[in-house]
């Protein structure tokens, strides 16, 4: 049996592990955060491609309980005038609805299915270094432990440390030009129904929100300006953020301004970032997935989506294929079009002043222009279905 040491136990890690651990292989979780959930808060919109990702690992049903449903999308401009209204992806089955959720709400439903399958999950374990050889990959950990599998995935995001040990050259992330805050606020105003995402494209920034059945505005903005610190980062404050925030809202006739105003101390802000072209995914021994390959700005609301694209169609390629290097070949030619479009999906709506909607995952619910790839995806995706030779 094949064993597969994934670094990294976010979102496409957790979501991989379930994957390969379908497809038959022994997987192991290495987390470099020493206690589960280490997150700063963030939420994200979990769109329909993603949840019917999850459905072909049996995964969607506890991911869909533990967030809400959005089904409808509302635009509106500056002046508070409705720009359109559609239905948000797959709304029929409850199951392939758009969910909206904490990110450690989200990993803590994919880890408590991991567990439940048997899949080990260590934390405290930060990779620095591997080895790889002709009959596996030694990983090295911060602490001094070591691990031996036949196949090193990196699902360790931005920052990645595998993609730096597939390539040293790599280019690190970069600021995509964007400030992303978000926050919650229990007595904003509600002026859209349950299930509504609404996204205000406003005239100094990009603003979304939703209401949750508690009765919970989640939102987010995105606001074109320079890099913000890590002194400023740490430094920052609910109050900062507001002031900061407020001059931009107020003078547009929407809500924004009022739900900024009424959120106490669950407020945050990052700086959005993506990659330049990652032009290796893989070695023999090694591969990178989700972030650490093709991290876009957050402008389509795609991220974890895409990164439980590749857990699956990563699964079947090692499933199917004869060998390992005939496996993540497949994978990278089956995956780097859909990826690309997407991060310049992402690039062009980061650029635009200000974006036409953004998505809680800090920009906009938008899907990838439809082209091969998205055209293929419910094939490729298909637990019983043969990928593409």
């Known amino acids: 049996m094949t064993s597969v040491l994934i670094a990294g136990g976010g979102v496409g890690g957790l979501t991989a592990a379930l994957a390969l651990n379908k497809a038959g292989l022994q997987v192991a979780v290495y987390e470099a955060h020493p206690v589960a ?144 805050f978000y926050g919650y606020a229990d007595e904003a105003p509600a002026p859209e129904r349950p299930g509504t995402f609404a996204m205000v494209r406003g005239s100094a920034a990009a603003f979304g929100y939703a209401v949750s059945p508690d009765g919970t505005t989640y939102w987010f903005a995105r606001v074109t300006d320079d890099e913000l610190s890590a002194e400023e980062l740490a430094a920052g404050t609910a109050a900062r953020w507001k002031a900061e925030l407020l001059p931009l809202l107020r003078p547009d006739a929407t809500p924004a301004g009022d739900i900024v105003a009424a959120t106490g101390d669950r407020l945050m802000a990052t700086n959005a970032h993506d990659l330049p072209a990652v032009p290796r995914w893989h070695t023999r021994r090694m591969l990178i997935i989700g972030d650490a390959a093709h991290a876009a700005s957050p402008a389509t609301g795609q991220g974890a989506s895409m990164a439980m694209e590749d857990a699956v169609v990563l699964a079947k390629a090692l499933r199917d294929a004869d060998t390992l290097d005939a496996a993540l070949t497949a994978y990278d030619g089956l995956r780097r079009p859909r990826t690309d479009e997407n991060i310049a999906a992402s690039a062009r709506m980061t650029a635009a002043r200000p974006s036409p909607a953004g998505s809680a995952d800090g920009g906009a619910t938008a899907r990838p222009s439809p082209n091969r790839a998205g055209e293929d995806l419910p094939r490729l995706l298909d637990w019983n279905s043969h990928l593409p030779t």
Do not use: W
């Not at 491609?49 to 049996?58: F, R």
């Not at 967030?67 to 559609?86: K, N, V």
């Open 37 to 180: 959930d280490a997150d700063l808060g963030a939420f994200l919109t979990l769109a329909s491609n993603g949840m019917l990702a999850l459905a072909q690992l049996d995964a969607a049903r506890p991911v869909a309980e533990a967030g809400f449903p959005l089904t409808t999308l509302r635009l509106t401009d500056a002046t508070g005038a409705e720009i359109a209204a559609r239905p948000m992806g797959e709304h029929g089955d409850p199951l392939t609805r758009y969910r909206c959720l904490l990110r450690a709400e989200l990993c803590a439903a994919l880890r408590a299915e991991a567990l439940r399958r048997g899949i080990r999950i260590r934390h405290g374990k930060r990779l620095i270094a591997a080895a790889e050889d002709a009959t596996g990959v030694t990983a090295r950990f911060e602490d001094g432990d070591t691990a031996r599998c036949d196949l090193l995935i990196g699902a360790d995001g931005l920052n990645s440390t595998v993609r730096r040990l597939i390539d040293p050259a790599a280019a690190p992330r970069r600021y995509a030009g964007q400030r992303v």
